[in-house]
């Protein structure tokens, strides 16, 4: 028996093991144990044979002992040495089948099954590729303040307010969004949220039951489509023309309307206030709800901004979705939702329920951050910056891919649309800039149904203009390595209709 114990159990000693002679004792012989070189009903040895066998305490090899009787590994009784414990005992200890049979694979509800489908959201290990959309650039946030909002925040302490809505935040972001995207709300509407993404899971939850049909854009938002399928939504793609989402002689009747109109995601469309009075018409008249995310509306550079659709509704019908990742920074990780005012009370309801919660520090650190100006004085600083580097991403773009791309200026938001033509394969060409160290997220992996265009969506608001001269470089680089042979497509790339 003592050789048997001496074989299983080797203790490095001094500086071998960082780990103390308790805890390597207690590891290898649970580990000999569960692994059946111990069987049940073996006995070990006594703890003073133990002890002179490895050369350790006695004290040591006692409180090993009777840790593992506690924990159910071995079976010890006055006057006898201890035991292994038997098979069965052990079995519930460790959640093995002793039987030997495979284990039947945990079951998954409908909605995991649904989420392990989605491609969404796109994943980046490690640093952000050049030319990732939807990504402000955070070295030119102003830290410090931000800083000294969130300490003077955290300084305070509980105020005592027990609402998961601050009103402080509630009412400086209401001030914002009135002043600068029209919308007409009262605060206790603003439903604050861990992102804009949680707002739209939410909402889902809260309209749809499981097969009621939903519409999204197509090309459109993929996080819109993650959610509203999550959900159970019967999804229907809905194609998109010069003015946006196109309803014109549509009979089909959805429960809700997922629209992009300020800067339609991906193609930077602008939903004309024609269509939006259309759009408006229809939900009214079949009952339907309009979700509107508005998710990088705040950057503006050509013409007049066009007020947010929630602003133009009068029937109560508009689930406005916002965020502060865009104009701050990612890492601020919070969104909120304008909810319509007779449901106010369900939403927030909802949202203890779901727990999607904003830490009261940080909405007491937004509300400041906003109050004294310092909110829209980013968001006007990095207009200018976004709208140069738009502008400079447009001209590398021409002078190293002009051949090969077509890009309809957008009029604003943090990224842009660069169409190819239909004979090439945007995945293949999205997988190798990827290897190349830029990013081209795929057009085609947008559509809901046939896919309708190849292109490449490509961000100029987090990378300044050498890194955009490099990723430009790389993009013509793979496009001209992967252009079809001569005599397949000889004409200029031309923009899908619709």
Same mark, same amino acid.
């Given at each position: 028996?003592?050789?048997?114990?001496?074989?299983?159990?080797?203790?490095?000693?001094?500086?071998?093991?960082?780990?103390?002679?308790?805890?390597?004792?207690?590891?290898?012989?649970?580990?000999?144990?569960?692994?059946?070189?111990?069987?049940?009903?073996?006995?070990?040895?006594?703890?003073?044979?133990?002890?002179?066998?490895?050369?350790?305490?006695?004290?040591?090899?006692?409180?090993?002992?009777?840790?593992?009787?506690?924990?159910?590994?071995?079976?010890?009784?006055?006057?006898?040495?201890?035991?292994?414990?038997?098979?069965?005992?052990?079995?519930?200890?460790?959640?093995?089948?002793?039987?030997?049979?495979?284990?039947?694979?945990?079951?998954?509800?409908?909605?995991?099954?649904?989420?392990?489908?989605?491609?969404?959201?796109?994943?980046?290990?490690?640093?952000?590729?050049?030319?990732?959309? +939807?990504?402000?650039?955070?070295? @030119?946030?102003? %830290?410090? /303040?931000?800083? &000294?909002?969130? =300490?003077?925040? !955290? $300084?305070?302490?509980?105020?005592?307010?027990?609402?998961?809505?601050? +009103?402080?935040?509630?009412?400086? @972001?209401?001030? %914002?969004? /009135?002043?600068? &995207?029209?919308? =007409?709300?009262? !605060? $206790?509407?603003?439903?604050?949220?861990?992102?804009?993404?949680?707002?739209?899971?939410?909402?889902?939850?809260?309209?749809?039951?499981?097969?009621?049909?939903?519409?999204?854009?197509?090309?459109?938002?993929?996080?819109?489509?993650?959610?509203?399928?999550?959900?159970?939504?019967?999804?229907?793609?809905?194609?998109?023309?010069?003015?946006?989402?196109?309803?014109?002689?549509?009979?089909?009747?959805?429960?809700l309307i997922f629209v992009t109109p300020s800067h339609q995601h991906p193609t930077g469309r602008l939903m004309p206030v024609s269509r939006r009075q259309q759009l408006l018409a229809f939900a009214n008249d079949i009952g339907a709800a309009i979700v509107e995310d508005d998710y990088d509306s705040e950057f503006h550079y050509d013409g007049r901004p066009v007020a947010a659709l929630q602003g133009l509704d009068d029937s109560g019908r508009v689930f406005y979705v916002g965020t502060f990742s865009k104009p701050m920074f990612a890492d601020v990780r919070s969104g909120y939702a304008i909810v319509p005012p007779d449901l106010a009370d369900l939403f927030e309801k909802a949202q203890r329920h779901g727990s999607h919660i904003v830490p009261a520090p940080v909405q007491d650190a937004l509300a400041e951050f906003i109050d004294d100006g310092h909110f829209a004085a980013h968001i006007r600083k990095m207009t200018r910056i976004y709208r140069s580097r738009r502008d400079h991403l447009l001209q590398a773009l021409q002078v190293h891919a002009g051949d090969h791309l077509t890009i309809e200026p957008p009029a604003g938001g943090m990224q842009l649309l660069a169409h190819l033509d239909l004979d090439r394969d945007d995945r293949t060409i999205s997988a190798r800039l990827a290897e190349l160290g830029v990013t081209g997220r795929p057009l085609s992996m947008y559509f809901t149904g046939p896919v309708a265009g190849q292109g490449l969506f490509m961000g100029f608001s987090a990378w300044n203009e050498q890194e955009i001269d490099k990723a430009a470089a790389i993009v013509g680089q793979v496009l001209r390595a992967t252009a079809p042979p001569r005599g397949r497509s000889g004409k200029p790339p031309k923009r899908p209709k619709g």
């Open positions: 028996m003592g050789d048997i114990l001496a074989g299983l159990i080797d203790i490095a000693r001094g500086s071998a093991s960082g780990e103390t002679l308790t805890r390597q004792l207690y590891d290898q012989l649970r580990a000999a144990i569960l692994s059946g070189a111990l069987p049940p009903g073996h006995r070990l040895p006594s703890s003073r044979d133990c002890a002179l066998q490895l050369g350790l305490a006695r004290n040591t090899v006692s409180s090993v002992i009777d840790q593992l009787a506690m924990e159910g590994y071995l079976d010890v009784a006055q006057g006898r040495r201890p035991m292994v414990a038997a098979a069965e005992r052990k079995a519930l200890l460790t959640g093995r089948n002793i039987a030997g049979k495979t284990p039947k694979p945990l079951g998954l509800s409908r909605w995991a099954e649904r989420v392990q489908k989605s491609d969404w959201p796109f994943i980046n290990k490690g640093r952000p590729l050049l030319l990732a959309p +939807a990504l402000a650039d955070a070295r @030119l946030f102003p %830290h410090d /303040i931000w800083a &000294r909002c969130l =300490r003077r925040a !955290a $300084r305070r302490g509980s105020t005592g307010d027990p609402a998961i809505n601050r +009103a402080s935040l509630r009412n400086a @972001l209401l001030r %914002h969004l /009135i002043a600068y &995207r029209g919308v =007409r709300a009262e !605060a $206790r509407q603003i439903i604050l949220m861990p992102s804009a993404q949680s707002a739209l899971e939410l909402i889902a939850r809260v309209l749809l039951d499981a097969g009621d049909l939903a519409w999204v854009e197509s090309p459109g938002y993929g996080g819109a489509y993650a959610a509203l399928n999550a959900a159970g939504a019967t999804m229907r793609g809905i194609s998109l023309d010069g003015s946006g989402l196109s309803i014109k002689g549509r009979r089909d009747r959805p429960r």
